[in-house]
C-alpha cells in the first residue's frame, strides 16, 4: 500500500510569484485535505476536495486554490505569495468523504517565501 | 468559535515517567476527537480517536486518552514514557467548515531523557 506523497520537499519563491504543490493520495482514497502548518502552530485546515469538487474551506484567501484530478491526486495553488505564506503544506487523505476525519498525512512541503 | 488549546508547549520527561498531556476544546456540536503524532522527521501519524462510546479510548503504542464532555477534556495519558516517544503531539476536533476536516492545537513538545 502506497501512502501520501507530496512533491518538492523544498521550496523557495520570491513575494509575488506562484506556486503549485502536489500530492497523490493513498491508494484507494478519494477524499484529498491540504492544511498549513507555521513554524510552532499546528497544521491549519485550507480546503477538501471529493470527486474533483471543493468540499469545503478553512480561513484562507481565494488566492489560494486547488485541484482535484480523477485519480485522486490533488493540487495546491497559490498566488501571489507573501513572506506569511512560508510554511510546511501537508496534504491528508481519506477513504472517503464520510470517512474523512481518519486522515492520513503526507510528508508536507516545505515552502520559503523570501 | 472552535477552539483547541493545549498548555503544555514543552514537556521534558525522564525515561519510565508517566505522561499526561493536556488537552481542552471548544465545540458546538458533536464531537469527534483525536490525537496525532509528529516523530522527528516523520509523518503525522493518528494516535487515538474518539467518536462515542467509552470515554477511555486507547491507542498505538501504549496511549490512551480520556474524554470528559463535562470539562471539554480530552488528555493524553501513558504510564511510561520511553525515549521513542520523543515527539510532537497534536489534539485535533472535528472541523466546522462543512467539510469533514480536523481542526488542530498548537502542538506539545515531549522529550524524553533516556
Known amino acids: 500500500e502506497t501512502g501520501v506523497t507530496q512533491s518538492p520537499t523544498h521550496l523557495i519563491k520570491t513575494r509575488g510569484q506562484q506556486v503549485t504543490l502536489r500530492c497523490s493520495s493513498q491508494?484507494?482514497?478519494?477524499?484529498v485535505s491540504w492544511y498549513q502548518q507555521a513554524l510552532g502552530q499546528g497544521p491549519q485546515f485550507i480546503f477538501q476536495y471529493y470527486r474533483e469538487e471543493e468540499n469545503g474551506r478553512g480561513n484562507f484567501p481565494p488566492r489560494f486554490s486547488g485541484l482535484q484530478f480523477p485519480n485522486y491526486s490533488s493540487e495546491l495553488n497559490v498566488n501571489a505569495l507573501e513572506l506569511d505564506d512560508s510554511a510546511l503544506y501537508l496534504c491528508?487523505?481519506?477513504?472517503?468523504?464520510?470517512?474523512?476525519?481518519?486522515?492520513?498525512f503526507g510528508p508536507g512541503t516545505r515552502l520559503t517565501v523570501t | 468559535a472552535q477552539s483547541v488549546s493545549q498548555h503544555n508547549h514543552h514537556v521534558i520527561l525522564s525515561e519510565a515517567a508517566s505522561l499526561e498531556l493536556g488537552c481542552n476544546y471548544s465545540?458546538?456540536?458533536?464531537?469527534?476527537l483525536f490525537w496525532y503524532v509528529q516523530y522527528p522527521g516523520q509523518h503525522l501519524q493518528l494516535l487515538l480517536k474518539?467518536?462515542?462510546?467509552?470515554?477511555l479510548v486507547k491507542g498505538i503504542k501504549g496511549f490512551e486518552a480520556e474524554f470528559i464532555k463535562s470539562k471539554f477534556s480530552f488528555n493524553l495519558r501513558k504510564p511510561s514514557v520511553q525515549w521513542s516517544d520523543t515527539a510532537e503531539y497534536f489534539c485535533?476536533?472535528?472541523?466546522?467548515?462543512?467539510?469533514?476536516?480536523?481542526?488542530f492545537g498548537t502542538g506539545t513538545r515531549l522529550t524524553v531523557i533516556p
Open positions: 465545540y458546538g456540536g458533536t464531537v469527534n
Open positions: 491508494s484507494g482514497h478519494n477524499t
Open positions: 485535533a476536533v472535528n472541523g466546522e467548515t462543512g467539510a469533514n476536516n480536523l481542526f
Open positions: 474518539y467518536f462515542s462510546g467509552d470515554p
Open positions: 491528508a487523505s481519506s477513504l472517503s468523504v464520510t470517512d474523512s476525519y481518519e486522515q492520513y
